[in-house]
Structure formats: C-alpha cells, structure tokens
C-alpha cells in the first residue's frame, strides 16, 4: 500500500451499508423492545463510524482533486456523504424510542 492511498467515499459507503442494512433486518426481527433498543444502540455506533470515515474521506478526496473547491460537488458525492447522518438521527430516535418503551410487551 503507497503513501499515497486514500480512502474512496464509495468503498466506505458500502463497507458501512451492508453491516447497516442488517441491522435493520435485525431491528425488524428483535422481539422485546430492550433487544430492539440495544440493536438500535448498536448500530448507532456503526453509523457514527460510518459518518466519520465519510467525511474524512470526502475531506480526503476533495483536499488530493487539482480542480478548484468552488466546483460543486456531484448530487451522489453528497448523497452519499449525507447518508450517514441520516442513519445516525435514524438510530437515535429508535434507541430513544425502544428505551422509552422498554417495559412494554411489543404490540400494545
């Protein structure tokens, strides 16, 4: 590996997509709201990390890119850079919610 290595956004999207994508299907299927709240905990931090490594790589990237900073960047470069985010608020308001409703049978 050279010196000059940089993480791509797009390797780093899908290497925090697929662990994400199964803890949804693992959220989906926990069957108490503590299991629910602790897979909702769980893949929190995945998102965190994964919000971190997107930015550091878009950081990355654009800082390496010899054209101007006052080119927009691509509608899927943000996309994918705002992603995260949205799976961090997403996590979160599902740990609050599980916690919230921790004593409750699922159902009522």
């Known amino acids: 590996m050279s010196s000059?290595?940089?993480p791509d956004l797009l390797k780093?999207?899908?290497v925090f997509l697929i662990p994400s994508?199964?803890?949804v299907a693992a959220l989906g299927t926990a069957d108490t709201n503590p299991h629910r709240a602790a897979v909702s905990a769980i893949?929190?931090?995945?998102s965190?990390?994964?919000?971190?490594s997107?930015?550091?790589?878009l950081a990355e990237q654009t800082a390496s890119d010899d054209s101007p900073k006052t080119t927009a960047m691509s509608r899927r470069i943000r996309i994918m850079a705002w992603l995260p985010v949205f799976f961090v608020v997403c996590w979160f308001m599902s740990v609050i919610a599980h916690l919230?409703?921790?004593?409750?049978?699922?159902?009522s």
């Not at 893949?43 to 995945?46: E, I, R, T």
């Not at 997107?54 to 790589?57: F, G, H, R």
């Open 12 to 14: 780093v999207t899908e």
């Open 54 to 57: 997107s930015w550091e790589a």
């Open 43 to 46: 893949a929190l931090v995945v």
């Open 21 to 23: 994508s199964f803890l």
């Open 48 to 52: 965190v990390l994964w919000w971190v």
């Open 4 to 6: 000059s290595w940089n």
């Open 100 to 107: 919230i409703l921790w004593n409750r049978p699922l159902g």
